[in-house]
Every structure is written in C-alpha cells, then in structure tokens.
C-alpha cells in the first residue's frame, strides 16, 4: 500500500543523506522525496512516499526513528489527511490544439504560467492522481517535459507535527 | 575557563571522560591530536600494526567491560582500513567511538591527499557519525559522540575531525560538558507497565514456556535479573551465539545454544514451546531457521530496547520496549505480586520431555585414536582454564567449537563476533581484554585461516606485552567453508584449502613469543597447563585437529528448528 510518511528531522548537513541512505540500505522504495526548513530554522520537513507492506512500513518508520537526527515523525496514510504535488508541465501547443489544452488546464484548475508560440507552460498543483489524469487527458504526443516536486502532506484538523 | 588547541581539547576531552587506553595509528591528518597525546601520560596509546586490529581491541574491551571503546586513526586508509572493525561493532551493538583524522576543511571536496569521505563511507554500519565544524565545538561533540555510543542500543560512532580543527597555536575556551542534549533521540527507560503485566500473565499461563536469551542482555548487564526470573519459574534458558554466559553455562535449567549450531534440546524445546520469552534477542537468520516454519505453537513475548528488532522478522505478541534489566526486574516483582505460579504439572511434564531429548542426544562427537579433535581441545581448554578464562574466538568451525564446549557461567567473557563474522576479530579482540584485565587467562580461539587475517599483531604484543593465549585449531582448512562444500557441493573443496602454511611455532618466536605444536592426544592437557602457567608470556599453541570434523548439530536449511543434521550420517 502506498503511504505517505511526513518526518520532522535536524536541518543539518548530512541528515537527508542519513535517511535516502537507509532506503537503499534496507531495500525500501522512495517514490517521490520532497523537503525543505521550515518556520522554525533549525528543523526539516520531509515527505517521502513509499509502499509496503504493513511490515515493511512498520520497519520504514521504526528506522527511521533510530535514526539520531529524526526529531519525530508521522504515518499520515493512517488519518484523514491533505497531499498535494506542483506540476510544471511543458506542452506543445499549436493550432487548434492551443484552445483545446487551455480547456483542459481550465477543467484542472491549472495555469499557463509561460506562453510562445508554439508552447504552453501549465502549472498545476493537486494530489498525485490529478496529476497523473492531467497527463493522460492532455495525451502523452504533446507533452515536452514534466517537472513534479513529490509529495508534500499535512494532517487534517488539530493533529500537527511538531516538537 | 581555560584556552586549549583542538588537538589538546580533543585529549584532555578524553582525560575528562575517564578514558584510559585509546587504540590507533598516526597519519597526516592525525598527527597534531598525536602531538597532543605525546604531551601527557593520562591517556595511554596503543600503536596497533593495522588499523583494523584497533577496532577489534577497542571492541574486545568494550564487550568485556561493556563501557564503551576509543580508536584515533588518521584520514584516508586509516580511516577505511577500520571499517570492517566498525561493521562487526554496529552488527552486535558494541559502543565505540572512532576518531578519525580528516584532511583541513579547506580542501575537502577537492580529492585532496589521503582525502575519503568517512562520513558517507561508514555510514551505513555507525550508530551515527559526525564532523567536527569548528574547534569550539569539540567537547559538546565528543560528549554526544559516547553518550550516543553507549546508550540505549549500543553501537559505534565516528567523529570525523579535519586537520585544521586541531591547529596548534589557535586555542579556544574549554570547559567539560557534564551532559548532553539531544531533543532528537531518547532511548525507552522503561517498558510499558501494562504490556509487561500481559506478559507476566501470559509466563503464568505457559504450559510449555521457554527463555530465549540474547546479546542484549549481556550488552544491558540484566545477567542476575535473567538468573532469578528463571530461576523463580524454573523455566528452561536457552540462548543466542552473543548472549552465553548471561545465565550459567552449568545451570540444570540451561539448554545450550540455539540456532544453526545449537543443542539438539534447546533447538526441540523452542519448537516445541507455548510460550517464548525473547529477551534482548532478534530472531536472526541464524536462530529461526525459515521463518514461516518457525515455532508453530508458541505465542511470543519480545523484549528489547530497540523497537526495530521487535516483530522484524518474527512478529511478536507481545512487544515490550525497554531496557532488559529494567524490564526484568519489573517482571520478577509482579510474579512475587501475584504469587502466580505456573501449573506445575505440566512444566514437570514439560520438564520430564526434555530430560528425554537430553537423553537422546547431548553434545557430543566422536573421539578418534591418534587425531585430536577440536572439540577435545575446548573440553581441555575449558579444564585448564577452570571455565573461568576470557575467550575471544575468530569465526569458523573453530567458533562454533568454542561456543558449544566452554560453558560460560559469567557474561561478557566469551566474545566473538555474531553479526558480521569477522575472521581476524579474536586475537586483537584478546589483546583489548588483556590489557584491561592483566590478571585474567584471555585465549583467543582461532583457526589458522582467521589467525592470519591479523597475525601482524603479534608485534604489538610484544611492544606492551600482552600475553594472550593463542588456540590455534589448525585444520589446515578453511574448515566452515570446507563443511558446506561437503555438505552441499559434493566435497568440491573450491579454495578452502591453504597449501604452504607458516610454521606457527616460529613465527611466534619471530615476533619474541612461545610457540608450541601439539599433535598428540596425550600432549594435549599438559602443554595447555605449561602454557597457562606462563603467566607472563604470549603462548601461540598451533594444535593439529582432524581436519575432516564437521560441527553437530546443524539445522537443516530452509527447515524449522527442529529439522537437523546431529552427525554427518544422521537427520531428525
Ligand atoms: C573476513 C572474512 N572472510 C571470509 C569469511 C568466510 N568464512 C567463514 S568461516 C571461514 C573459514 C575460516 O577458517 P579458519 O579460520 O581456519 O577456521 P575453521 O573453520 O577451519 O575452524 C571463512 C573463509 C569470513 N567469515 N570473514
Ligand atoms: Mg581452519
């Protein structure tokens, strides 16, 4: 099952690398990867999805716990929660096609944020599945290139992580 | 406050924390912390011949005192020649700090002379590791360095130090840190009370319950706590590789060792159990057998301090998180509580089986009429020694050998290495002990394969004289590798056979040392009692055993614990 674990870890140099290393090291797959400082300087937030088995997670977050710069973390497949990923999408877009592809980033809720004449640069942020139906309604001829940043998450309601 | 080079902050760091003997070798990158040692006779300075081998004696210390070990090395090889010496650590949890030089921070990144990134190089086998960023910071980080190491579940740190850290004129303000804090890492102290209620319960409920003792309670000093609650129960104790000599070795209630080379009873009673008490153990590969064939009966309760070796391989039913000896002595006090007993006809029942396993195959082997056998050899090391002596072992048949025939009755006594299996520990690891314990008998149990991964040493023997004893099982074999191609490579004996050995007995003398050769049955007792009488010399004792032995029993592979070879013609 695919889970997303969101991890609150020491902003130092060396603790990222900690942490993709272990997946590797154990054989645990990283989907997407996202982190960067947050409010509070001297911390971390990492995103990682992943999938597994319940054993499998189980060991994924026992060790990554073990690991001396995590400060905590959370399952947040485990409860009601908010996924979003930003999308920079690069699409040919000439002739009738230009009308058609600005319906659909319109129907997606995304923007063209960069315009020549035969390109359109679309943004769009949402759960990895919309961005995934987003490729597949533009259709895989006129797509240049994708960027995707990977997963960032956070909890619905009052749960917050934080130390 | 006082002003200090990071080299003499380094050392005087070390003086403060109480730590007598460090283990190393110089370089480069190293040399101005060596100049500071140089200029003080607190912390004393073992120059070993391979940076390998300080490891291993930094090691052998710490799992004889279970306080926690120091090497220094210098950057580039220094510093990659320890890894193996780290890996086997981190594999069976072993405290350690490794400083390693490093070249100056200004040129790092710019493959500069004898430059390696040890950070990434030993991350994966470290507990953690870290850089030294600016003098300033060298006693916080060294504080952290082993209260990391020897806290919760032990295991080794590396403090990578760049050169330019240690300048000597440039002198920064030093004070001794009495504690640390680290927001990101607190290790359990104690386990959940209602999970240790559920598992009293369930031992008073067991009809069929056994003890599975680990590494963990040696390296968690919950020796005496493992004693009584047995003891209270009058459960039997089986035990892993790294646990012997947590409980008895000659106590009534003990089944040996269990696992691919375990007794025939401890294996039979663990399969056949209700109800297993995992006690500072993880269900190693080496231990279970195949995992879905294992113990089909038992209900488990887990104990250790670190929740990532509970339900890893085996899942527990009850996980209690903890610091064993704590965890124990919880226990003990809730079953004088509930004055509870377990239903005492069937534990004699149970008792009364495994009187009839133990009947039908204890430990034994076949003595033959001229050539030793290795086992004889343990059997008369152990007479000699009184059981009392500290063994060190290398890994092979010679390990098993050792492991199956001393019976230790105290802790931190036989050390080998579990995890890893690394030939070329024990005889450094012996030295590491003797040292530390200079009135004790400490014997290295090797096989002439692994003696030579780290003969060198020898010489430092010699320099701060160690006289270790040295059991020499020569099957002029790589014999544990031999007994798989036999077993399962129709005896094709690919590279397990060394032509052209050394003449061991020379050898030692080379160095400024005994050598003895011992062919014969008869020599046997009375060399090995000269020998220990030679309080003050290193003994190398070359002993020529059958080369063609193999070690009983062994589980048959992919099998239960129950499926095993006892001797080369017999499988139950
Ligand atoms: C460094 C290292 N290399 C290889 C091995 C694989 N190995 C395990 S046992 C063994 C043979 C050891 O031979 P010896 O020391 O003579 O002991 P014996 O089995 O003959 O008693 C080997 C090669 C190992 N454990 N460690
Ligand atoms: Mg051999």
């Given at each position: 099952m695919r889970r997303i674990i969101s991890v609150l870890l020491e902003n130092e140099p060396g603790a990222l690398s900690r942490v993709v290393g272990l997946f590797s090291q154990r054989n645990y797959n990283i989907e997407t990867l996202t982190v960067a400082p947050t409010e509070d300087e001297t911390l971390s937030r990492l995103t990682v999805t992943t999938s597994g088995s319940d054993k499998v997670i189980e060991q994924i977050t026992k060790q990554l716990n073990k690991l001396i710069e995590v400060v905590k973390l959370v399952d947040l497949t485990e409860g009601a929660h908010i996924e979003r990923e930003l999308m920079l999408i690069k699409l040919k877009a000439t002739g009738a096609q230009r009308a058609e592809i600005k319906r659909t980033v319109d129907i997606f809720r995304g923007q063209i944020v960069d315009v020549t004449s035969t390109v359109y640069t679309v943004q769009l942020t949402g759960d990895s599945d919309k961005l995934d139906a987003f490729i597949q309604a533009i259709g895989a001829t006129a797509v240049l290139e994708v960027v995707r940043s990977g997963v960032s998450g956070i909890a619905r309601g009052e749960k917050v992580l934080s130390i | 406050m006082e002003l200090l080079s990071g080299a003499d902050m380094i050392v005087r760091f070390l003086q403060d924390e109480g730590i007598e003997y460090i283990y190393g070798y110089p370089g480069g990158a190293a040399l101005h912390i060596?100049?500071?040692?140089?200029?003080?006779?607190?912390?004393?300075?073992?120059?070993?011949?391979?940076?390998?081998?300080?490891?291993?004696?930094?090691?052998?210390?710490?799992?004889?005192?279970?306080?926690?070990?120091?090497?220094?090395?210098?950057?580039?090889?220094?510093?990659?020649?320890?890894?193996?010496?780290?890996?086997?650590?981190?594999?069976?949890?072993?405290?350690?700090?490794?400083?390693?030089?490093?070249?100056?921070?200004?040129?790092?990144?710019?493959?500069?002379?004898?430059?390696?990134?040890?950070?990434?190089?030993?991350?994966?086998?470290?507990?953690?590791?870290?850089?030294?960023?600016?003098?300033?910071?060298?006693?916080?980080?060294?504080?952290?360095?082993?209260?990391?190491?020897?806290?919760?579940?032990?295991?080794?740190?590396?403090?990578?130090?760049?050169?330019?850290?240690?300048?000597?004129?440039?002198?920064?303000?030093?004070?001794?840190?009495?504690?640390?804090?680290?927001?990101?890492?607190?290790?359990?102290?104690?386990?959940?009370?209602?999970?240790?209620?559920?598992?009293?319960?369930?031992?008073?409920?067991?009809?069929?319950?056994?003890?599975?003792?680990?590494?963990?309670?040696?390296?968690?000093?919950?020796?005496?706590?493992?004693?009584?609650?047995?003891?209270?129960?009058?459960?039997?104790?089986?035990?892993?590789?790294?646990?012997?000599?947590?409980?008895?070795?000659?106590?009534?209630?003990?089944?040996?060792?269990?696992?691919?080379?375990?007794?025939?009873?401890?294996?039979?009673?663990?399969?056949?159990?209700?109800?297993?008490?995992?006690?500072?153990?993880?269900?190693?590969?080496?231990?279970?057998?195949?995992?879905?064939?294992?113990?089909?009966?038992?209900?488990?309760?887990?104990?250790?301090?670190?929740?990532?070796?509970?339900?890893?391989?085996?899942?527990?039913?009850?996980?209690?998180?903890?610091?064993?000896?704590?965890?124990?002595?919880?226990?003990?006090?809730?079953?004088?509580?509930?004055?509870?007993?377990?239903?005492?006809?069937?534990?004699?029942?149970?008792?009364?089986?495994?009187?009839?396993?133990?009947?039908?195959?204890?430990?034994?082997?076949?003595?033959?009429?001229?050539?030793?056998?290795?086992?004889?050899?343990?059997?008369?090391?152990?007479?000699?020694?009184?059981?009392?002596?500290?063994?060190?072992?290398?890994?092979?048949?010679?390990?098993?050998?050792?492991?199956?025939?001393?019976?230790?009755?105290?802790?931190?006594?036989?050390?080998?290495?579990?995890?890893?299996?690394?030939?070329?520990?024990?005889?450094?690891?012996?030295m590491g002990v003797k040292l530390n314990f200079p009135d004790e008998d400490v014997v290295c149990v090797t096989g002439e394969g692994s003696i030579q991964m780290n003969i060198q040493e020898l010489s430092t023997c010699k320099q701060y004289d160690l006289p270790v004893k040295i059991v020499n099982l020569n099957n002029q074999s790589l014999g544990m590798v031999r007994q798989w191609q036999d077993m399962n490579y129709e005896s094709r004996h690919s590279h397990s056979y060394m032509k052209s050995l050394p003449d061991f007995v020379k050898l030692a003398e080379a160095y400024g040392h005994v050598g003895m050769k011992i062919e014969r049955i008869e020599d046997l007792e009375p060399m090995l009692e000269k020998a220990f009488a030679m309080k003050d010399k290193l003994v190398f004792l070359d002993i020529y055993v059958d080369p063609y032995e193999h070690v009983y029993p062994m589980q048959v592979a992919r099998g239960s614990m129950k499926d095993m070879w006892l001797s080369k013609t017999e499988r139950v």
């Open positions: - | 060596y100049d500071a040692l140089f200029r003080q006779d607190k912390v004393k300075h073992i120059l070993v011949r391979h940076e390998q081998a300080a490891v291993h004696m930094a090691d052998g210390y710490a799992r004889a005192t279970g306080k926690p070990g120091t090497v220094l090395v210098t950057s580039g090889p220094g510093a990659t020649n320890t890894v193996t010496g780290i890996a086997t650590a981190f594999m069976d949890s072993i405290p350690m700090v490794i400083l390693c030089g490093q070249v100056a921070s200004t040129l790092i990144g710019e493959d500069a002379f004898q430059e390696t990134d040890m950070i990434g190089v030993s991350r994966p086998v470290v507990k953690h590791n870290m850089t030294i960023r600016h003098p300033e910071e060298i006693p916080e980080v060294l504080k952290k360095a082993y209260y990391i190491a020897a806290s919760g579940r032990p295991g080794p740190v590396v403090v990578d130090i760049p050169k330019d850290m240690t300048t000597p004129n440039e002198r920064y303000e030093y004070a001794f840190p009495r504690k640390v804090k680290l927001r990101s890492y607190n290790p359990a102290v104690r386990g959940h009370a209602g999970q240790i209620k559920k598992a009293v319960d369930m031992l008073l409920a067991a009809r069929r319950p056994v003890i599975y003792s680990g590494g963990g309670v040696v390296l968690g000093g919950a020796s005496a706590e493992l004693k009584e609650l047995a003891h209270n129960l009058n459960f039997p104790v089986t035990s892993t590789l790294m646990g012997l000599g947590a409980f008895p070795g000659t106590d009534r209630q003990f089944l040996g060792m269990l696992g691919m080379h375990g007794s025939y009873e401890a294996n039979m009673v663990m399969h056949h159990a209700d109800l297993i008490l995992a006690i500072g153990a993880r269900f190693d590969d080496r231990v279970t057998n195949a995992t879905e064939k294992f113990c089909p009966g038992a209900r488990i309760v887990h104990v250790d301090i670190d929740p990532a070796s509970i339900s890893k391989t085996i899942d527990a039913d009850v996980p209690i998180v903890g610091p064993v000896d704590s965890v124990l002595k919880e226990m003990i006090a809730l079953l004088k509580e509930s004055k509870g007993k377990p239903d005492q006809d069937a534990l004699n029942a149970w008792w009364k089986q495994i009187g009839e396993w133990r009947a039908f195959h204890g430990m034994r082997y076949e003595t033959g009429e001229k050539l030793l056998k290795p086992q004889q050899v343990i059997e008369a090391l152990y007479k000699v020694t009184g059981g009392k002596a500290f063994v060190t072992s290398d890994v092979g048949q010679h390990q098993m050998f050792a492991a199956q025939y001393y019976k230790f009755d105290k802790p931190n006594r036989w050390i080998n290495s579990g995890g890893l299996g690394t030939m070329g520990f024990g005889f450094p690891a012996a």
